[in-house]
């Protein structure tokens, strides 16, 4: 049945340029331009989120630099300072709880702002967010790439764009 439906095989990237355009060629950014972009440490395990999202955020000339997982991401921290963080909560190695703990507990990540993205959203997820600082909590089902976009334009300022 399934072998009338699809023709031929599905390709991933072929799927990322028709959601948006994305072609992994055509992201890298000039020197120029990466130096005027808020930075954003986009922290999460799943590559299509990560492709996807990151291509919405640099299409409005942020610069992200992805994580693939809490224990990277605190790496990354060590080496550079974003300007916002997006991070998932269900990781392996170092969750998104913890990554929240340390950067509460660090003197220079704590004024970092974080916007939650991730599949958790009930209640007792977003109290315990809401208490380690977040400052917004996205499911990621609910907004379209193009929103978490707007979100962190909010957050950031609109001159970021």
Known sequence: MFKSIVKEPIHRSRVLRRIV?????????????????????????DPFITDVVGAKLREAHFEVHIAKNGQAGLEMLATMTPDLILLDLVMPNVNGFAVLERLRASEAWR????????????????????ELGVREHIVKSTLAPHEVVQKVTDILGADTV
């Open 111 to 130: 004024g970092i702002p974080v916007i939650v993205f991730s599949n958790l959203g009930e209640a007792e997820e977003l109290s315990r967010t809401s």
């Open 21 to 45: 355009g994305y072609d992994r060629g055509t992201m890298e950014q000039t020197a120029d331009s990466a130096q005027s972009a808020k930075r954003i440490l986009f922290i999460d395990d």
